[in-house]
């Protein structure tokens, strides 16, 4: 069945298995061809204890127990089997604007308490005037040096930031323009993670 609006669900980021993020988000639509969600301002992130396979903590993790979505809430947009999901910016108080973001990430997977994806970490901004540009292939490069990336996933990864950036420049984004003026429902505040939320 599908999520109706408003309903929260867990966004779990997890690499071979093992959770590294938990985000209690909002579902903004739920359809065959398309998953909204909602990461609202304040929102507690939670990192399960020991998840972290590398050295240091998450980056997201500044080693508090109350490390929470700073800045404006994010629009998320998923389509099924898409190895990229489209982030909505916004900026300043009068919650202008800023920007698509493509976020190259696993394919969404629902489970029982809501979906499962990981980051690929290389990202593409694309800017309201239609010009875009790769994010973090520095940090991505030192990723698959460490081995959180085998080659074969790696350019994998790669060749579905060149998919996306060719559909840009042909002019063939698939999610409506609509979304940049989107705005949450009032009642759409931080969320709090619910118990049971670090179980793997």
């Known amino acids: 069945m599908p999520w109706v609006p408003g309903e929260v669900i867990l966004w779990k980021e997890v690499w071979r298995g093992n959770p590294l993020l938990v985000m209690p988000v909002r579902v903004v639509v739920d359809r065959p061809d398309l998953l909204a969600l909602y990461l609202a301002e304040g929102t507690l992130l939670g990192f399960p204890p020991e998840s972290w396979p590398w050295e240091g903590r998450h980056p997201w993790d500044d080693g508090s127990a109350d490390v929470r979505w700073q800045g404006h809430g994010v629009l998320t947009l998923h389509r099924p089997g898409a190895a990229h999901a489209i982030w909505v910016l916004w900026r300043g108080e009068e919650r202008t604007f800023a920007g698509w973001y493509a976020n190259l990430a696993a394919p969404i997977r629902r489970t029982d308490r809501g979906i499962e994806t ?12 239609g010009t875009w540009n790769f994010k973090d292939e520095e940090l991505f490069e030192k990723e698959v040096e460490r081995g959180q990336w085998t080659e074969p996933e790696a350019a994998a990864i790669r060749a579905e930031g060149a998919r996306v950036v060719a559909s840009i420049e042909a002019g063939q984004q698939w999610w409506d323009d609509a979304w940049a003026s ?19």
Do not use: K, N, Y
Not at 118 to 129: E, N
């Open 118 to 129: 990981l980051d690929h970490q290389l990202d593409i901004c694309i800017w309201p005037d």
């Open 182 to 200: 989107w705005q949450p429902h009032s009642s759409w505040t931080a969320l709090e993670l619910p118990p049971g939320w670090d179980t793997r």
